[in-house]
């Protein structure tokens, strides 16, 4: 994660491709103020991963979510 070229400004999230995230990732974020909703979450074995790293929310392409 990088600095926000302008000063003052917290973005509400940070929304990277699935694959960069993990719990490390996710203690960055947060500590610098943002969310973390990564995308494209698309099976079940990605999102427990996604929630094991301490991710908000997930964007996914399945219609109906994914049951964890």
Avoid: C, H, W
Wanted: no cysteine.
């Amino acid at each position: 994660l990088r600095a926000s070229p302008r000063p003052g400004f917290t973005p509400y999230a940070a929304s990277p491709d699935f694959p960069m995230v993990n719990a490390e990732f996710v203690a960055k974020a947060k500590a610098a103020g943002m969310r973390v909703i990564p995308y494209t979450v698309d099976t079940e074995k990605e999102a427990v991963r996604m929630k094991a790293a301490g991710v908000d929310a997930i964007i996914t392409k399945r219609e109906f979510g994914i049951n964890i």
